[in-house]
């Protein structure tokens, strides 16, 4: 839903594409013969897309730590029921869920006004996140007994985490040529498979370093969504360029067809 509200072009490059069909299959792009590893080099060369991957692994490892952690971090330092504990994890995922689906609304508001503020508002969520689960994981184990205000601070750091997940395959998929967005797309889902995978590992490798508690070092690694956070910010950068660039790219193929033809 969110893609589809950041890319209005999408529907008159797709009708355009049906009128000239007969034209478009006889010729073949250089651009769909290039390999993965040529995609990979052409998507860096885009500031926004090396921005984007370079913030993707740190900022699902924590989402690795939350999914294996957080239920039994909330039962043995929190000294929680498995049912309080439990619940908890649903409220975070319910904010996940109210995040979600409001970020598409709010993220295509932003972006109809000004193209940078997009990223922006991804990167100051994507802090504020970090801050505000910092602050619930100090309140679960302080206050264990309040759990209406721990509960609301867990679905509202779920809230925010959940908006940057939602709108990022927008922003990706914006300023990537569609010749090498299937390429793209796989790279990016092996970037957040692979930092989910090794968050966990992250987190004992952390306590095991530094000799502490698990806490502790949860709350260190959420540092991670603060850094994630400022990066994206500098997309705002860069956003606009990058995607009047593909649009020019797109532009151009048409022109080369008919000298062809």
């Not at 049912?83 to 409001?102: D, E, K």
């Amino acid at each position: 839903a969110a893609t589809s509200l950041l890319s209005p072009e999408r529907s008159k490059r797709g009708a355009g594409a049906g009128e000239a069909g007969e034209v478009a299959t006889d010729v073949k792009p250089t651009a769909a013969k290039i390999s993965m590893l040529a995609s990979f080099v052409s998507m860096t060369k885009i500031p926004t897309i090396s921005l984007f991957l370079f913030q993707s692994l740190p900022n699902n490892v924590i989402w690795g730590v939350v999914s294996v952690h957080m239920h039994d971090f909330l039962i043995t330092e929190g000294s929680m029921d498995v049912g309080v504990a439990t619940s908890l994890i649903g409220m975070f995922g319910f904010g996940a869920a109210i995040g979600g689906l409001s970020s598409g609304v709010m993220g295509g508001y932003l972006y109809n006004i000004k193209k940078a503020y997009l990223p922006l508002f991804m990167g100051c969520t994507c802090i504020a996140a970090g801050l505000v689960m910092q602050y619930a994981f100090e309140i679960c184990i302080r206050s264990a007994h309040i759990q209406y205000f721990s509960s609301f601070i867990i679905a509202v750091s779920g809230s925010l985490a959940a908006i940057n997940g939602s709108l990022s395959r927008a922003v990706f998929l914006n300023v990537t040529s569609p010749y090498i967005r299937g390429s793209a797309i796989s790279i990016l889902n092996l970037m957040n498979t692979l930092g989910r995978g090794i968050g966990p590992a992250c987190l004992t490798t952390w306590m095991a370093y530094q000799g502490i508690e698990r806490q502790l070092a949860m709350e260190n690694l959420l540092y991670l969504w603060v850094f994630c956070g400022l990066v994206m910010c500098l997309m705002a950068y860069t956003i606009e360029k990058d995607e009047d660039k593909m649009k020019d790219d797109l532009n151009v193929i048409p022109s080369e067809v008919g000298r062809k033809v």
